[in-house]
């Protein structure tokens, strides 16, 4: 399975922005998707996730302004972003689980968000 990401960049605070990743490969067996992302010094965590079905997941640091989505048809999962805050700045990475068992991640993309 490989995952492209793309969208991030440099953004002022209060804006907004859209991560989207798409998968490619062996995509039979793709369960949940979804990101974390990692602030230099600190530890990826878990921002949002998505199983096959729909049912999502949430950082509470992020509940009200991230919303995850996913087109199964495209193989894609996207991560819209709002009301962003110098503390959501980090390097995003979209994941993908496989039979629930492995999970692949994607090259990550830089979110800055200005003050």
């Given at each position: 399975?490989?995952?492209?990401?793309s969208?991030?960049g440099?953004?002022?605070?209060?804006?907004?922005?859209?991560?989207s990743?798409?998968?490619?490969?062996?995509?039979?067996?793709?369960?949940d998707?979804?990101?974390?992302?990692?602030a230099p010094?600190?530890?990826r965590?878990?921002v949002?996730?998505?199983?096959?079905?729909?049912t999502?997941?949430?950082?509470?640091?992020?509940?009200?302004?991230?919303?995850?989505?996913?087109?199964?048809?495209?193989?894609?999962?996207y991560?819209?972003?709002?009301?962003?805050?110098?503390e959501?700045?980090?390097?995003?990475y979209?994941?993908a689980d496989?039979?629930?068992?492995?999970?692949y991640w994607?090259?990550?993309?830089?979110?800055?968000?200005?003050?």
């Open positions: 399975v490989q995952l492209q990401a969208g991030g440099l953004v002022q605070a209060g804006g907004s922005a859209r991560l990743c798409v998968a490619s490969g062996s995509i039979s067996g793709i369960n998707m979804g990101w974390y992302r990692q010094g600190q530890q965590e878990l949002a996730g998505i199983s096959s079905g729909g999502t997941n949430y950082a509470d640091s992020v509940k009200g302004r991230f919303t995850i989505s996913r087109d199964n048809a495209k193989n894609t999962v991560l819209q972003m709002i009301s962003l805050e110098p959501d700045t980090a390097v995003y979209c994941y496989r039979y629930y068992a492995t999970k994607g090259k990550g993309t830089q979110v800055t968000v200005s003050s």
